[in-house]
Structures are given as C-alpha cells and as structure tokens.
C-alpha cells in the first residue's frame, strides 16, 4: 500500500507560484508512477500531470504546460508539483495519486491523497 499526504497549498495572487508536494509512504513508493490532479468547485476532476516512476518521463495537461513541473524524488517518497504564473482558473484542490503506470485517466490511479487547497486571486 501507498499512503499519500499533500501540503504546501494557500492563497497566492494571479503571476505567482507555490510548490506543492505529495510525501508517500510504502516500501513501493519507487515502483509507481505519481500524478497530479485538481478538481474545482462544480467541476469534474482533471488531470494536471504525471510523472513515471524513475522520473524520466513527465506529461502536462495542455491548460498549464509551460507553467508547471512536476518533478519526484524517491529517495525522499515524495513527489512534486512546482506551479508557476498563477491564474485564477487554477484554484481548485490538487489531489497526488500514485497508478502503477503513467496515465492522464483518475479512474485508473490506485491510491489518493486527501487534497490541498489551492487559491488564486485576481
């Protein structure tokens, strides 16, 4: 079992950026590939990016490639969403999920983290 916890969400004005991280427990942690998504209020959960498992690969939802990285780090169990040029379509609750495959698909990802908050303001 992975469990999966995130933080670093808050409040930052438009053009700013915040670093959210996803620290994961289980000795398969390295065995899995990690991604991010956000859902907002009245809308349905969306993907934001995934990473594989060794970190060689990542992949972007075309809403915020180019804006933000998300990076791993197994030595650590943790994973990374570093976000920046904010924007107030952003704000929402990113969620990190570990899937034992890169995927863009929610439905397929076997473990979630309770979400963090994220809010953008104008």
């Known amino acids: 079992q992975v469990q999966l916890v995130e933080s670093g969400g808050g409040l930052v004005q438009a053009g700013g950026s915040l670093r959210l991280s996803c620290a994961a427990s289980?000795?398969?942690?390295?065995?899995?590939?990690m991604g991010w998504f956000r859902q907002a209020p009245g809308k349905e959960r969306e993907f934001v990016a995934v990473?594989?498992?060794?970190?060689?690969?990542?992949l972007y939802a075309d809403s915020v490639k180019g804006r933000f990285t998300i990076s791993r780090d197994n030595a650590r169990n943790t994973v990374y969403l570093q976000m920046g040029s904010l924007k107030p379509e952003d704000t929402a609750i990113y969620y990190c999920?570990?899937?034992?495959?890169?995927?863009?698909?929610?439905?397929?990802?076997?473990?979630w983290g309770q979400g963090t908050q994220v809010s953008i303001s104008s």
């Open positions: 999920a570990a899937s034992r495959a890169a995927t863009v698909l929610a439905s397929l990802y076997n473990y």
């Open positions: 990473i594989t498992s060794g970190g060689g690969s990542t």
């Open positions: 289980g000795r398969t942690f390295s065995s899995y590939a």
